[in-house]
């Protein structure tokens, strides 16, 4: 099975404009004690979360930075809402996409390199194609013009993993409190493959969730449907 990174097309002509966020989110962190970082991700989003069982709400709706013992407080009132597989990090975000939008979206649409929209059209052929893991969840866009897309988030869980190869050999291990690791995203990347799902065609990396990747079956099926906005890199793996 070969891999791909989903990434933006910028030779594209679609002029398709999000300016969004997510409804809810925990916090970073404010001086980690067993590393003294400050930090927060944000790369991991799950769209399909509802809060609005959580009695205090507001605690999720202002992005902000907190001292450890509180993040954690709040990680854990979010868990057992959260879908299976999901995993966890300060500055995580919750619930639907809002914002605006405006201009013309192509059937895939990047909103940055780590959210992933689509058509719904474009989602149900793919489905019917027999691509897995895909579940598309409802925004909350506003949109300029009439007759706008119906644009749905894509809910990518984070699995897989680099291979230790293309990463610094003399790297430290995670922060045992917090879990950061502080690493950058290696310019030459080899996905480790024994770390990869069997059972889905679109997934993130678990330790640069910033990338999407998606298998051979996922770009076939896109490229025999013309569904465009995106472009697929080679990710090799070992």
Same mark, same amino acid.
Request: with cysteine; hydrophobic share 35%; aromatic share 6%.
């Given at each position: 099975?070969?891999?791909?990174?989903?990434?933006?097309?910028?030779?594209?002509?679609?002029?398709?404009?999000?300016?969004?966020?997510?409804?809810?989110?925990?916090?970073?962190?404010?001086?980690?004690?067993?590393?003294?970082?400050?930090?927060?991700?944000?790369?991991?989003?799950?769209?399909?979360?509802?809060?609005?069982?959580?009695?205090?709400?507001?605690?999720?709706?202002?992005?902000?930075?907190?001292?450890? *013992?509180?993040? +954690?407080?709040?990680?854990?009132? /979010?868990?057992? &809402?959260? !879908?299976?597989?999901?995993?966890? @990090?300060?500055?995580?975000?919750?619930?639907?996409?809002?914002?605006?939008?405006?201009?013309?979206?192509?059937?895939?649409?990047?909103?940055?390199?780590?959210?992933?929209?689509?058509?719904?059209?474009?989602?149900?052929?793919?489905?019917?194609?027999?691509?897995?893991?895909?579940?598309?969840?409802?925004?909350?866009?506003?949109?300029?013009?009439?007759?706008?897309? *119906?644009?749905? +988030?894509?809910?990518?869980?984070? /699995?897989?993993? &680099?291979? !230790?190869?293309?990463?610094?050999? @003399?790297?430290?291990?995670?922060?045992?409190?917090?879990?950061?690791?502080?690493?950058?995203?290696?310019?030459?990347?080899?996905?480790?493959?024994?770390?990869?799902?069997?059972?889905?065609?679109?997934?993130?990396?678990?330790?640069?969730?910033?990338?999407?990747?998606?298998?051979?079956?996922?770009?076939?099926?896109?490229?025999?449907?013309?569904?465009?906005?995106?472009?697929?890199?080679?990710?090799?793996?070992?």
């Amino acid at each position: 099975m070969d891999y791909f990174s989903i990434e933006e097309d910028r030779t594209s002509a679609y002029t398709g404009y999000i300016n969004g966020t997510h409804k809810w989110g925990l916090p970073g962190i404010l001086g980690c004690p067993g590393c003294k970082a400050s930090w927060s991700a944000g790369a991991k989003s799950y769209p399909s979360v509802d809060l609005t069982s959580v009695s205090s709400l507001a605690d999720f709706e202002e992005p902000r930075a907190e001292p450890i *013992e509180e993040y +954690e407080r709040l990680r854990e009132m /979010v868990r057992p &809402l959260l !879908p299976p597989g999901a995993l966890v @990090e300060p500055g995580t975000e919750l619930g639907p996409l809002m914002g605006k939008a405006q201009g013309s979206f192509g059937p895939l649409v990047t909103l940055n390199p780590w959210v992933l929209l689509m058509q719904r059209e474009a989602l149900e052929k793919l489905q019917a194609q027999g691509v897995r893991g895909l579940k598309g969840c409802h925004t909350q866009l506003r949109f300029r013009q009439r007759n706008s897309p *119906e644009l749905l +988030e894509l809910e990518i869980l984070p /699995v897989g993993r &680099l291979h !230790p190869d293309c990463l610094p050999p @003399e790297r430290k291990p995670p922060c045992p409190r917090c879990g950061r690791d502080g690493l950058s995203l290696p310019d030459d990347r080899l996905l480790d493959a024994a770390t990869v799902p069997s059972h889905l065609d679109l997934f993130r990396l678990e330790d640069f969730s910033t990338v999407i990747v998606c298998t051979e079956r996922f770009v076939e099926a896109c490229r025999r449907l013309n569904l465009d906005g995106v472009t697929f890199q080679p990710l090799p793996a070992a």
